[in-house]
Nanobody, 122 residues
């Protein structure tokens, strides 16, 4: 199994910044892509950013130029640096990782963290 624990959420003024962290733990052979999703009140969960093991990230259009995703494979940790935050960024942010936990398994399975709340005040 893989456990994901997010941290770094909180309350911030518009225009400010936060850095989210997500550390994976447990027993696994390999972690493939890691990413961040968010779910605002009354809306569906959406992809914010993802970064595969190759290190080539992709972003939602709404956060391009403001958010940066990075990864420390040695620490099994993914980060989301959020700058120039807007009230529209207010949401619960979830970490997701695709991991291979058994050799006979091709590809991997998705695992989710419990989320961390980011609130941006105007």
């Amino acid at each position: 199994q893989v456990q994901l624990v997010e941290s770094g959420g909180g309350l911030v003024q518009a225009g400010g910044s936060l850095r989210l962290s997500c550390e994976a733990s447990g027993m696994f052979f390999r972690i493939n892509v890691m990413g961040w999703y968010r779910q605002a009140q009354g809306k569906q969960r959406e992809l914010v950013a993802a970064i595969p093991s190759s290190g080539n990230p992709n972003y939602a259009d709404s956060v391009k130029g403001r958010f940066t995703i990075s990864r420390d494979s040695a620490k099994n940790t993914v980060y989301l640096q959020m700058s120039t935050l807007k009230p529209e960024d207010t949401a619960v942010y979830y970490c997701k990782a695709n991991a291979v936990v058994s050799i006979p398994v091709s590809g991997g399975m998705d695992y989710w963290g419990k989320g961390t709340l980011v609130t941006v005040s105007s």
